[in-house]
């Protein structure tokens, strides 16, 4: 996750997972709930919320997600 040459960065939604060798450069938009599948590149690119990211920059695609990233990856919050 980094920087872009205008020193503009990545926003991240809640439940979002990067996987091995992924990367978040520059003005990004991930949605909620998203993927950024192993070694993609997203660059100054929105994800929508509820998607997996895949591939490189320019070329970096999107699929819906079939399951909820928050639910599959990440742990509930305990109540106490």
């Known amino acids: 996750v980094g920087g872009n040459l205008a020193l503009e960065y990545p926003v991240i939604g809640e439940g979002v997972a990067m996987f091995a060798g992924s ?3 520059g003005r990004c ?3 909620s709930n ?10 100054d690119t929105d994800v929508p919320a ?4 895949f591939g490189m920059h320019p070329a970096v695609q999107f699929k819906p997600a079939s399951i909820r990233t928050r639910d599959r990856f990440f742990l509930p919050l305990a109540t106490y």
């Open 34 to 43: 998203s993927a950024i599948a192993a070694g993609a590149l997203v660059m």
């Open 50 to 53: 509820d998607h997996v990211a």
């Open 29 to 31: 938009q991930i949605g």
């Open 23 to 25: 990367s978040l450069i």
